[in-house]
Protein backbone atom coordinates (compact mmCIF):
# COMPACT_ATOMS: atom_id res chain seq x y z
CA UNK A 1 0.00 0.00 0.00
CA UNK A 2 2.87 1.99 0.59
CA UNK A 3 4.65 1.55 -2.57
CA UNK A 4 1.25 2.44 -4.43
CA UNK A 5 0.77 5.73 -2.74
CA UNK A 6 4.40 6.85 -3.06
CA UNK A 7 3.94 5.67 -7.21
CA UNK A 8 0.32 7.64 -7.23
CA UNK A 9 2.34 11.14 -5.97
CA UNK A 10 4.97 10.75 -8.22
CA UNK A 11 2.96 9.48 -11.53
CA UNK A 12 0.35 12.55 -10.48
CA UNK A 13 3.78 15.00 -10.03
CA UNK A 14 5.18 13.91 -13.10
CA UNK A 15 1.64 14.57 -15.28
CA UNK A 16 1.49 17.60 -13.74
CA UNK A 17 4.95 18.35 -15.18
CA UNK A 18 4.27 17.36 -18.30
CA UNK A 19 1.27 19.26 -18.59
CA UNK A 20 2.55 22.16 -17.29
CA UNK A 21 5.44 21.96 -20.03
CA UNK A 22 3.00 21.48 -22.68
CA UNK A 23 0.92 24.72 -21.77
CA UNK A 24 3.42 26.91 -20.51
CA UNK A 25 6.94 26.38 -22.01
CA UNK A 26 6.98 25.29 -25.57
CA UNK A 27 5.24 28.12 -26.94
CA UNK A 28 8.16 31.02 -27.39
CA UNK A 29 6.39 34.12 -27.68
CA UNK A 30 4.07 32.95 -24.82
CA UNK A 31 3.72 36.09 -22.47
CA UNK A 32 4.35 35.30 -19.09
CA UNK A 33 1.27 34.26 -16.93
CA UNK A 34 0.01 36.19 -13.49
CA UNK A 35 2.89 38.45 -14.20
CA UNK A 36 2.10 40.89 -10.88
CA UNK A 37 0.51 38.13 -9.08
CA UNK A 38 3.33 37.52 -6.55
CA UNK A 39 3.97 41.71 -6.09
CA UNK A 40 0.21 41.58 -3.87
CA UNK A 41 1.40 41.91 -0.03
CA UNK A 42 -1.58 39.40 0.40
CA UNK A 43 -2.72 36.40 -1.58
CA UNK A 44 -5.19 33.70 -0.98
CA UNK A 45 -6.42 30.24 -1.85
CA UNK A 46 -6.42 26.82 -0.89
CA UNK A 47 -5.16 23.39 -0.74
CA UNK A 48 -5.89 19.48 -0.99
CA UNK A 49 -3.74 16.69 0.39
CA UNK A 50 -2.79 13.10 -0.11
CA UNK A 51 -1.14 11.92 3.32
CA UNK A 52 0.46 9.12 5.05
CA UNK A 53 0.16 9.12 9.07
CA UNK A 54 2.35 6.70 11.23
CA UNK A 55 3.44 7.15 14.86
CA UNK A 56 7.40 6.79 15.98
CA UNK A 57 7.23 4.92 19.06
CA UNK A 58 9.62 5.02 21.81
CA UNK A 59 9.03 1.66 23.86
CA UNK A 60 9.59 1.22 27.78
CA UNK A 61 12.73 -0.89 27.79
CA UNK A 62 10.64 -3.88 30.00
CA UNK A 63 6.96 -3.55 29.28
CA UNK A 64 7.42 -2.89 25.50
CA UNK A 65 10.25 -5.07 24.73
CA UNK A 66 10.69 -9.21 25.00
CA UNK A 67 12.38 -10.31 27.96
CA UNK A 68 15.53 -10.95 26.21
CA UNK A 69 15.01 -6.91 23.92
CA UNK A 70 15.41 -8.45 20.49
CA UNK A 71 11.43 -7.98 20.01
CA UNK A 72 8.86 -5.06 20.03
CA UNK A 73 6.03 -5.49 21.68
CA UNK A 74 4.30 -3.14 19.96
CA UNK A 75 3.43 -2.15 16.22
CA UNK A 76 2.43 0.42 14.54
CA UNK A 77 0.78 0.31 11.15
CA UNK A 78 0.96 3.93 8.67
CA UNK A 79 -2.77 4.83 7.13
CA UNK A 80 -3.27 6.37 4.16
CA UNK A 81 -6.12 9.31 4.59
CA UNK A 82 -7.02 13.02 2.75
CA UNK A 83 -7.25 16.77 3.93
CA UNK A 84 -7.85 20.48 2.81
CA UNK A 85 -7.79 23.61 4.13
CA UNK A 86 -7.00 27.66 2.99
CA UNK A 87 -3.94 29.17 2.00
CA UNK A 88 -2.73 32.76 3.38
CA UNK A 89 0.41 34.26 2.22
CA UNK A 90 2.09 37.79 2.88
CA UNK A 91 4.46 38.90 1.35
CA UNK A 92 7.95 39.88 2.76
CA UNK A 93 10.46 40.60 -0.33
CA UNK A 94 11.41 38.99 -3.64
CA UNK A 95 12.55 35.56 -2.22
CA UNK A 96 10.55 35.16 1.05
CA UNK A 97 7.13 34.82 1.94
CA UNK A 98 5.14 34.09 5.14
CA UNK A 99 2.40 31.54 4.76
CA UNK A 100 0.08 30.09 6.70
CA UNK A 101 -1.98 26.87 5.92
CA UNK A 102 -4.80 25.86 8.96
CA UNK A 103 -6.42 22.91 7.43
CA UNK A 104 -8.20 19.92 8.83
CA UNK A 105 -6.30 16.09 8.43
CA UNK A 106 -8.31 12.97 8.62
CA UNK A 107 -6.06 10.20 10.21
CA UNK A 108 -7.11 6.56 11.37
CA UNK A 109 -4.10 4.45 12.59
CA UNK A 110 -3.48 0.96 13.71
CA UNK A 111 -1.81 -0.04 16.89
CA UNK A 112 -1.33 -3.70 17.88
CA UNK A 113 0.11 -4.66 21.38
CA UNK A 114 1.41 -7.94 21.55
CA UNK A 115 2.29 -7.92 25.36
CA UNK A 116 0.88 -10.81 27.28
CA UNK A 117 4.09 -11.34 27.85
CA UNK A 118 3.90 -8.91 30.92
CA UNK A 119 2.40 -11.10 32.60
CA UNK A 120 5.95 -12.03 34.11
CA UNK A 121 5.21 -8.71 36.06
CA UNK A 122 1.89 -9.03 37.56
CA UNK A 123 3.83 -9.37 41.37
CA UNK A 124 4.69 -5.99 41.14
CA UNK A 125 7.90 -3.99 40.62
CA UNK A 126 9.03 -0.08 41.29
CA UNK A 127 7.82 0.50 37.85
CA UNK A 128 4.13 -0.86 38.88
CA UNK A 129 1.84 -2.22 41.12
CA UNK A 130 0.66 -5.66 41.40
CA UNK A 131 -2.32 -6.56 39.07
CA UNK A 132 -4.47 -9.49 38.27
CA UNK A 133 -3.40 -10.80 34.58
CA UNK A 134 -6.34 -10.86 31.87
CA UNK A 135 -5.97 -12.75 28.70
CA UNK A 136 -6.33 -10.54 25.87
CA UNK A 137 -8.31 -11.36 23.08
CA UNK A 138 -7.57 -9.99 19.50
CA UNK A 139 -9.78 -7.30 20.37
CA UNK A 140 -8.20 -6.57 23.57
CA UNK A 141 -4.62 -6.51 21.25
CA UNK A 142 -5.27 -4.05 18.54
CA UNK A 143 -6.30 -0.29 19.02
CA UNK A 144 -7.65 1.59 16.16
CA UNK A 145 -6.90 5.32 16.72
CA UNK A 146 -8.77 7.72 15.08
CA UNK A 147 -7.80 11.61 14.95
CA UNK A 148 -9.13 14.66 13.36
CA UNK A 149 -6.01 17.00 13.33
CA UNK A 150 -6.95 21.19 12.92
CA UNK A 151 -3.44 21.92 11.83
CA UNK A 152 -2.37 25.38 11.53
CA UNK A 153 1.71 25.67 9.96
CA UNK A 154 3.47 29.10 9.92
CA UNK A 155 6.10 28.77 7.23
CA UNK A 156 8.24 30.55 5.56
CA UNK A 157 8.65 30.11 2.24
CA UNK A 158 11.88 30.75 -0.19
CA UNK A 159 11.30 30.76 -3.36
CA UNK A 160 13.79 31.15 -6.53
CA UNK A 161 12.94 33.25 -9.67
CA UNK A 162 10.55 32.30 -12.28
CA UNK A 163 11.98 30.54 -15.47
CA UNK A 164 8.94 31.39 -17.93
CA UNK A 165 5.64 30.67 -16.06
CA UNK A 166 7.53 28.61 -12.99
CA UNK A 167 9.57 28.42 -10.36
CA UNK A 168 10.84 25.99 -7.55
CA UNK A 169 10.80 26.92 -3.76
CA UNK A 170 11.11 25.10 -0.57
CA UNK A 171 9.65 25.98 3.09
CA UNK A 172 9.74 25.44 6.58
CA UNK A 173 8.34 26.14 9.77
CA UNK A 174 6.27 24.97 13.31
CA UNK A 175 2.49 23.49 13.53
CA UNK A 176 0.17 23.72 16.06
CA UNK A 177 -2.32 20.93 15.87
CA UNK A 178 -5.15 20.24 17.91
CA UNK A 179 -6.69 16.52 18.15
CA UNK A 180 -10.45 16.89 18.00
CA UNK A 181 -10.47 12.60 18.61
CA UNK A 182 -7.72 12.59 21.53
CA UNK A 183 -10.40 11.43 24.17
CA UNK A 184 -7.73 13.17 26.54
CA UNK A 185 -10.21 13.85 28.95
CA UNK A 186 -11.75 10.29 29.07
CA UNK A 187 -11.91 8.54 32.46
CA UNK A 188 -11.98 5.14 30.50
CA UNK A 189 -8.93 3.79 28.97
CA UNK A 190 -7.60 1.06 26.99
CA UNK A 191 -9.11 -1.76 29.71
CA UNK A 192 -12.12 -0.59 28.19
CA UNK A 193 -11.01 -0.06 24.78
CA UNK A 194 -9.93 3.72 24.47
CA UNK A 195 -6.50 4.68 23.63
CA UNK A 196 -5.81 8.60 24.91
CA UNK A 197 -3.73 10.59 22.89
CA UNK A 198 -3.22 14.83 23.75
CA UNK A 199 -5.37 17.62 22.28
CA UNK A 200 -2.78 19.95 21.65
CA UNK A 201 0.55 19.40 19.81
CA UNK A 202 3.08 20.83 18.25
CA UNK A 203 4.86 20.13 15.54
CA UNK A 204 7.72 21.17 12.72
CA UNK A 205 6.78 20.95 8.93
CA UNK A 206 8.97 21.08 5.37
CA UNK A 207 8.17 21.40 2.37
CA UNK A 208 9.81 21.64 -1.07
CA UNK A 209 8.03 21.94 -4.41
CA UNK A 210 6.99 23.82 -7.72
CA UNK A 211 5.06 26.77 -8.67
CA UNK A 212 2.93 26.94 -12.20
CA UNK A 213 1.70 30.19 -13.39
CA UNK A 214 -1.32 29.55 -15.45
CA UNK A 215 -3.75 32.21 -17.07
CA UNK A 216 -5.99 32.42 -13.82
CA UNK A 217 -4.36 31.12 -10.94
CA UNK A 218 -0.97 29.40 -10.21
CA UNK A 219 -0.87 25.48 -9.39
CA UNK A 220 1.56 24.27 -6.56
CA UNK A 221 2.27 20.69 -6.29
CA UNK A 222 4.88 19.91 -2.91
CA UNK A 223 5.62 17.45 -0.87
CA UNK A 224 5.46 18.24 2.96
CA UNK A 225 6.70 16.50 6.32
CA UNK A 226 5.86 16.83 8.88
CA UNK A 227 7.11 15.55 12.65
CA UNK A 228 5.52 15.89 16.04
CA UNK A 229 7.54 17.25 18.85
CA UNK A 230 5.60 16.41 22.03
CA UNK A 231 4.80 12.94 23.31
CA UNK A 232 0.63 12.31 22.43
CA UNK A 233 0.30 9.31 24.37
CA UNK A 234 -1.92 9.49 27.74
CA UNK A 235 -1.16 7.11 30.06
CA UNK A 236 -3.66 4.85 31.53
CA UNK A 237 -5.34 4.84 34.63
CA UNK A 238 -3.50 4.05 38.11
CA UNK A 239 -5.07 0.53 38.31
CA UNK A 240 -5.21 -0.42 34.60
CA UNK A 241 -2.44 -3.62 33.95
CA UNK A 242 0.67 -2.39 31.91
CA UNK A 243 -0.42 -3.74 28.50
CA UNK A 244 -0.83 -0.74 26.88
CA UNK A 245 0.33 2.50 27.50
CA UNK A 246 2.85 1.44 29.76
CA UNK A 247 4.32 -0.55 27.18
CA UNK A 248 5.02 3.24 25.34
CA UNK A 249 6.90 5.68 26.42
CA UNK A 250 6.72 8.44 23.71
CA UNK A 251 4.09 7.87 20.49
CA UNK A 252 4.64 10.68 17.84
CA UNK A 253 2.84 11.87 14.77
CA UNK A 254 4.80 11.58 11.54
CA UNK A 255 3.36 12.52 8.12
CA UNK A 256 4.33 12.94 5.01
CA UNK A 257 1.75 14.81 1.88
CA UNK A 258 1.70 15.26 -1.57
CA UNK A 259 -0.16 18.66 -1.74
CA UNK A 260 -1.84 20.39 -4.59
CA UNK A 261 -2.46 24.43 -3.70
CA UNK A 262 -4.65 26.64 -5.56
CA UNK A 263 -4.09 30.40 -5.32
Given at each position: M?N??????????F??????D??????????D?????D???M?YG???A?N??????????????S??G???????K?????????????R?N??????????L??V?????????????????TP???PF???T?????????V???Y?????????H?D??????P??A???????N?Q??????D????G?F??????????????M??????FKLT?G?R????I??????????T????S????G?KT?AF???????
Amino acid sequence: MGNTFFRISIITAFLLCNFADAQLFRTKDRMDNLEDFDDQKMSYGFFLAANNFDYKLVLHPKFGMSQDGKKNLVQTKSAYSFGAGLIGKLRLNDNFDLRIEPGLQFVEREIYFDTQSNDFFAGGTPANQPFAPITLTDADKLRTVKSTYVDIPLLIEVHGDRWYNSRPYAAAGVNWMMNLQSNSKSEDDNQQGIFRTTASNFAWSAEIGMQFYFSRFKLTPGFRGTFMINNESVADNAQTPPYWSSAISGAKTRAFMFVLKFE
